[in-house]
């Protein structure tokens, strides 16, 4: 079976390359891959830096593969959010080096959270973004902590609850990504930002990325168990399993309430 994340280093830098088609959705398997290759790099005292990128056409991640929702339990979801919300901030708080995200594609939900988790957001002309779970009956808890902190708070309500899609433009005037490049550019200018990042002092610089989300990232650790309570009491509502179904059988859903 080809495998659905490539790990390589060169030159310093990790690559973490997602390559589950039809659309990098999060299994907990998959997660776990991600996960436990950010703790290699991690560990890896010749890694410098990390870029976290897609290699399926048209798609960074589309977030959560729907039926870890379908007719679960609020425990069986809980899990998954651990993995998503709690391991994946303590993997990246402690990383010790910069993490990149280069966008050539869609993110959506859950892929938003693996993006937002890096310190630098690459993004191409050929990105979009979006937060669907209201669309699904489902709540997008998690960006309730950081989103309205990054863009403003009247902006935030607008994209978590309009469940609109958005583009790069629009995510560079927002300040949501840090970088708009050309789509045939795009794994070239993450190995440059990398590779400068790279070069600095390895220990000023995780001595400074600690400080830098110590001062800005301690809210996101407080917003967890209620952003994992909010989520698991939506997902587990009639109208949450009516609009994942809906949305899978591909057909408007019929709300309860």
């Known amino acids: 079976m080809d495998k659905l994340i490539e790990y ?27 996960l436990d290759k950010l703790k290699i790099a991690s560990k890896d005292k010749e890694v410098r830096a990390i870029i976290l990128e897609s290699v399926v056409n048209g798609i960074f991640s589309a977030g959560l593969d729907l039926n870890l929702l379908i007719n679960k339990s609020g425990l069986e979801i809980r899990e998954f959010l651990k993995r998503l919300y709690v391991d994946l901030w303590d993997i990246q708080y402690n990383m010790g080096k910069p993490t990149i995200a280069s966008i050539n594609g869609a993110a959506r939900g859950g892929g938003m959270t693996l993006a937002i988790s890096c310190d630098i957001i690459i993004a ?7 937060y669907p779970e209201i669309n699904l009956g489902l709540l997008p808890a998690i960006h309730f902590t950081h989103l309205p902190r ?5 902006k935030a309500f607008d994209l978590l609850f309009s469940g609109r ?28 930002i990398a590779i400068n990042l790279s070069k600095k002092s390895p220990i000023s610089m995780n001595l400074g990325r600690a400080a830098f989300l110590r001062t800005n990232d301690l809210d996101y650790r407080r917003g967890v168990a209620n952003a994992v309570e909010d ?15 809906a949305f899978l059988e591909k057909r408007e859903p019929k709300w309860k309430t």
């Open 8 to 34: 390589k280093v060169i030159d310093h830098i990790a690559w973490i390359t997602l390559k589950r088609n039809p659309s990098n959705a999060f299994s907990i398997d998959f997660l776990d891959d991600i």
């Open 124 to 130: 191409s002309e050929k990105a979009s973004f979006g």
């Open 150 to 154: 990054i863009i403003g708070r009247y």
């Open 165 to 192: 899609t958005f583009y790069s433009d629009e995510a560079l005037m927002l300040g949501l990504i840090s970088r708009k490049v050309l789509s045939r550019e795009i794994r070239e200018k993450a190995n440059e």
């Open 231 to 245: 989520f698991c009491n939506a997902a587990t509502t009639p109208d949450a399993q009516e609009g994942l179904k």
